[in-house]
T-cell receptor, first 118, second 110 residues
Framework: GAVVSQHPSRVICKSGTSVKIECRSLDFQATTMFWYRQFPKQSLMLMAT?????????EQGVEKDKFLINHASLTLSTLTVTSAHPEDSSFYIC??????????????FGDGTRLSIL | GEDVEQSLFLSVREGDSSVINCTYTDSSSTYLYWYKQEPGAGLQLLTY?????DMKQDQRLTVLLNKKDKHLSLRIADTQTGDSAIYFC??????????FGPGTRLSVLP
């Protein structure tokens, strides 16, 4: 079964709305989670690394004030798209790695959230 | 920076073998992964290989790694219509930060 749960799976909302996406690790405590964005027919681009108890690390070109990340517990990271506009419409995927896993063992990905801004 | 390249499309007939190729630029890549993404869904891990290996087989899947040429391939034997999806190659130095390829869209024809 899934070890990383992402919610909601789909969001449709009006321009200007803020949208929160949750990523939960179900079977392990994740000190680090990752947020990716995928445009249609394109690959996944890492947006930011979410660190439990500290500030997220954003990739170059990603607006931290636009994409707020909170990792307040060892099993939950949230991504809030603030004042969303149509250009923010995309597929957002989170991932987490079990810290007890052996080096190189892959991360677990959520099922993604499809965000559509009207 | 690191870069991962894949051909974007592949069509095969049902029952044939599919070979999806990937090249990467970072010679220090330690871990290489293959993920499958079906329409509207997240990523499903298929298999992964460490850079000190040159082959890994798991049922219908065979991964070949040519570290000298920085070339990775995924062979799917007896390809079925359910294998139609996008296949992503990814590399990582530490197993934490991933760099994904653009994905190869595999179409399986009846």
């Amino acid at each position: 079964g899934a070890v990383v749960s992402q919610h909601p799976s789909r969001v449709i909302c009006k321009s200007g709305t803020s949208v929160k996406i949750e990523c939960r690790s179900l079977d392990f405590q994740a000190t680090t989670m990752f947020w990716y964005r995928q445009f249609p027919k394109q690959s996944l681009m890492l947006m930011a690394t979410s660190n439990e108890g500290s500030k997220a690390t954003y990739e170059q070109g990603v607006e931290k004030d636009k994409f707020l990340i909170n990792h307040a517990s060892l099993t939950l990271s949230t991504l809030t798209v603030t004042s969303a506009h149509p250009e923010d419409s995309s597929f957002y995927i989170c991932s987490a790695r079990d810290p007890a896993a052996k080096p190189g063992q892959p991360q677990h990905f959520g099922d993604g959230t499809r965000l559509s801004i009207l | 920076g690191e870069d991962v390249e894949q051909s974007l499309f592949l069509s095969v007939r049902e029952g044939d073998s599919s070979v999806i190729n990937c090249t990467y630029t970072d010679s220090s890549s330690t871990y290489l992964y293959w993920y499958k993404q079906e329409p509207g869904a997240g990523l499903q891990l298929l298999t992964y290989i460490f850079s000190n290996m040159d082959m890994k087989q798991d049922q219908r899947l065979t991964v070949l790694l040519n570290k000298k040429d920085k070339h990775l391939s995924l062979r799917i034997a007896d390809t079925q219509t359910g294998d139609s999806a996008i296949y992503f190659c990814a590399e990582s130095l530490t197993g934490q930060n991933f760099v994904f390829g653009p994905g190869t869209r595999l179409s399986v024809l009846p």
